[in-house]
């Protein structure tokens, strides 16, 4: 376990919630309890109000960071050894988002540039020479794992931020995000990648819209630790700092992995004992295709990643985790069924609460945490068969008329609920139809990857509560 910065230091994560007068925390991702001396409370409440803390309530923080109950905050004061960072960019043509991204990252670090096999080297090699930054070129084209690898054997810092051609990074996006490797567990950390604004002046446009709160590299506001079991399951390679030693450790890139390259390193380093975390407070604007078809097709390349994946992290990749009480509940709710699925919610909460209630938290809880577990469940089982499963709600909505409800409720729960949790810049009906349209076209690559790996653990739910080797 690392230890905690200095200073502020720790600040409670929003979702935590206290019972029994703060001794009792409930949180966290995957959820847990923690129980604490009234003693460990006060030096608890202590530490995020003053920073005041002994070697025990900083190694409780420590317990609570890696829990995702907490997060740590930067020390105050002048920090002695700084690490020093250079900035690797792998470029596939494209010269004016290179020249854009070069442009915002500025002089402050070292940048090297990895032209793989450019068509057109030349604009490349001239935005490099104009912006300050070293080149190497490769002579073919071996993906931007292979390129970011052939950058690194040229940087000798303590820390390498890997950001891709097309991302504009905001003045002093690196230092926001170094500090957290003042602790020594810490093996890499990601900034929030977010939609950029369009270069050409014409905001407004649908995809656009789409785009601000749907692009597949943002990974939300909420901050936290990397991980499989994870709320954030893995980070985008698109901007990521990631300390050296950590790189080395687990052997950097995976060869030939072309998607995907990114959750395959970031889980590597999690497996090694490293940590990774999210910083979502630090942003970088990532560009997004402007036309439909290209958003689609991108999203159907990211979905072959999936089975070779699966094949190096088995068990890892399942659409939907099904766990009995929530799956009950959700496949009563779907099917019309609403006394059967008050039945087993209350079944479910009582369950729940006589686990609970002797360590504080009352029932009420107890009926939240089992409702909110039902739901997600809808929502996880709508996009796993929107995205994997046409073929079957075909079936299903000719199966009478609560069949063909079924199917629809699956196809639109998903869509509907984010649009109402995100509120998003454009209008429910184009909304669903672009999600789902983003969904068909994931699922479609993911069944390609599998067939093409023969590796078919993501077209298949997983089930928490049986063993299963990690």
């Known amino acids: 376990m690392g230890s905690l910065p200095c200073g502020p230091g720790l600040a409670l994560d929003g979702r935590l919630r206290r019972f029994g007068g703060g001794t009792v925390l409930a949180g966290g991702h995957p959820g847990r309890v923690i129980t604490l001396t009234p003693q460990g409370a006060a030096a608890l409440d202590a530490l995020v109000a003053t920073g005041a803390a002994d070697a025990a309530t900083v190694r ?64 490349v090699a001239a935005v490099c020479a104009a912006r300050g930054a070293r080149l190497i070129r490769r002579d073919h084209n071996g993906g931007p794992g292979a390129a970011r690898s052939d950058g690194l054997a040229h940087v000798d810092s303590d820390l390498v931020a890997f950001v891709d051609s097309d991302c504009t990074a905001g003045p002093g996006w690196l230092e926001a995000l170094t500090w957290l490797f003042d602790d020594p567990a810490i093996g890499a950390v990601a900034p929030r990648v977010v939609a950029a604004p369009p270069v050409d002046g014409q905001p407004g446009r649908a995809i656009d819209r789409f785009h601000a709160a749907h692009s597949p590299l943002d990974l939300g506001p909420e901050e936290g630790e990397v991980g499989p079991d994870r709320a954030v399951r893995y980070v985008p390679t698109a901007a990521l700092v990631v300390r050296r030693e ?45 036309r439909w078809g290209d958003l689609l097709a991108r999203r159907f390349r990211y979905g072959t990643s999936a089975g070779p994946l699966a094949a190096r992290h088995p068990g890892r990749l399942a659409p939907v985790e099904l766990r009995p009480w929530p799956t009950v509940v959700a496949l009563a709710v779907l099917s019309g069924r609403p006394r059967a699925a008050a039945t087993a919610l209350a079944a479910s909460t009582l369950v729940l609460s006589r686990t609970v209630r002797p360590l504080g938290i009352p029932s009420r809880q107890a009926w939240a945490w089992s409702a909110q577990g039902a739901g997600w469940t809808v929502v996880g089982l709508g996009r796993a068969a929107t995205m994997l499963a046409v073929p079957g709600l075909a079936v299903l909505a000719t199966r009478g008329r609560r069949g063909a409800r079924t199917a629809v409720a699956l196809v639109l729960v998903p869509p509907v609920v984010s649009w109402i949790r995100q ?26 990857g599998c067939l093409r790996s023969r590796s078919f653990g993501p077209l298949l739910p997983a089930f928490p509560w049986r063993h299963r080797d990690a």
């Open 60 to 123: 409780l923080a420590g317990r609570l960071v890696e829990a995702g109950m907490a997060h740590p905050r930067r020390a105050t004061g002048d920090r002695a050894g700084c690490p020093t960072v250079t900035v690797v960019v792998p470029v596939l043509d494209r010269p004016e988002a290179l020249d854009r991204c070069l442009a915002a990252l500025g002089d402050r670090h070292p940048v090297v540039v990895v032209d793989d096999a450019s068509h057109d080297p030349g604009p």
């Open 423 to 448: 509120r998003p810049d454009l209008d429910l009906p184009r909304w669903v139809a672009a999600s789902v349209a983003d969904d068909l076209a994931y699922g479609a690559g993911v069944w390609t």
């Open 246 to 290: 950590a790189f080395d450790a687990v052997g950097g890139f995976t060869h030939g992995l072309r998607v995907g390259e990114d959750v395959d390193l970031v889980w590597r380093l999690v497996d090694a004992g490293w940590r990774v975390r999210y910083a979502p407070a630090v942003t970088v604007g990532h560009a997004e295709p402007r």
